[in-house]
């Protein structure tokens, strides 16, 4: 199976439409978007090799990937560190490092995990050498809230649904 390229059009479309008209509805449809994508993210992997016993105590050596991913500082912000994501090829390519890194596809998802775990990063943003829109910690602790909030209710809608329905039985 051919690797499947990463391309946000919508998001893209959805970040343009954002920037000439900023307004709720615009801004909502960006974090929409964004939900529902999938980025490349500069990473430098590296193979170590890890000594692991089995259950019978049997010890063998494993290859064990780590990766290092890379990071830029936005220096209008007080220095903050932050994730760099990009929406396809074209934009990754305008990312210049200093080391020579390899492309990991991330969903936001687990961009915003990593972010949550990683203390010291202050977000990701995405496409930093041109659209530029950060998504910050604050940011993505809301967003998380939100959609914890949306999924508790459809769970209350289900359940109500289904207890009416075991009802007229």
């Not at 801004?27 to 929409?32: F, K, L, R, V, Y």
């Not at 903050?80 to 200093?98: G, H, I, R, S, V």
């Amino acid at each position: 199976m051919a690797d499947q390229q990463v391309t946000n059009p919508k998001l893209i479309e959805a970040i343009e439409a954002m920037r000439a008209d900023f307004k709720p509805e615009t801004q909502n449809a960006t974090i929409n978007a964004a939900l529902r994508s999938t980025f490349y993210v500069p990473a430098i992997i590296e193979k170590k090799k890890e000594i692991v016993a089995n259950e019978n105590n049997e010890v063998k050596f494993e290859e064990k990937p780590k990766a290092r991913f890379l990071l830029i500082k936005k220096n209008g912000d007080g220095g903050q560190t932050f994730f760099p994501a990009f929406t396809d090829a074209d934009e990754l390519a305008k990312f210049k490092a200093n080391e020579p890194y390899q492309r990991v596809k991330m969903k936001f998802g687990d961009l915003a995990m990593l972010v949550e775990q990683v203390t010291t990063i202050s977000g990701f943003v995405i496409n930093p050498m041109s659209h530029n829109l950060p998504f910050t910690r604050e940011m993505l602790e809301g967003i998380k809230k939100v959609l914890i909030k949306r999924r508790n209710e459809q769970q209350k809608q289900t359940e109500a649904a289904s207890s009416e329905s075991a009802a007229e039985e």
